[in-house]
């Protein structure tokens, strides 16, 4: 199995990180890069912060599955990071009635977020537990790089 990136996206307090660790458990080679532990105590703009987790995610899919939980709330900067990947990318939604953070930064982002008209998968975890989520994304990823 070759390599591949898996970027999921959506609202604070939706479940991105616990799915992506759950999904690290899954995939083994895999790496989870988080840009709240790269950008922690950073003054960097959305934009870049968002292009620099590309290009690390590229640079780290050489050797690993990436799994990227990031709200990446610019529709525009996704579709770019997705176009330039250089390995199989899947971008997953994680829609969410419930709000879990009500710290400053997460209220920004969330209020500027940008829906993509094509996402590769939406999983709304206000339906599914975390198990129910991991299978879901897993059993999509897993049936589109076969036969690559």
């Given at each position: ?11 604070s ?8 660790r ?10 989870i ?10 003054n ?12 690390i ?6 050797h690993?599955?990436?799994i990227?939980?990031?709200v990446?709330p610019l ?6 990071i997705?176009?330039?990947?250089p ?10 009635k419930i709000?879990?953070r009500n ?6 982002v ?12 939406v999983?709304?975890?206000?339906l599914h537990?975390?198990?129910q989520c991991v299978?879901i ?10 036969g690559?």
């Open positions: 199995m070759s390599n591949f990136i898996i970027w999921i996206t959506g609202k307090g939706s479940g991105k990180s616990s799915i992506a759950k999904l690290k458990d899954y995939y083994q080679n895999s790496i890069l988080e840009g709240y532990n790269i950008f922690k105590d950073l960097i703009d959305l934009r870049s912060r968002m292009l620099i987790l590309a290009n995610s590229y640079l780290l899919s050489k690993f599955i990436v990227v939980p990031s990446s529709k525009e900067i996704r579709k770019i997705k176009k330039n990947s390995v199989k990318f899947f971008e997953i939604f994680l829609s969410s709000i879990k710290d400053k930064f997460s209220k920004f969330d209020s500027i977020y940008k829906p993509s008209d094509n996402y590769d998968l999983v709304n975890t206000s537990n975390i198990e299978r994304i897993t059993d999509y990823v897993n049936k589109n790089i076969q690559e």
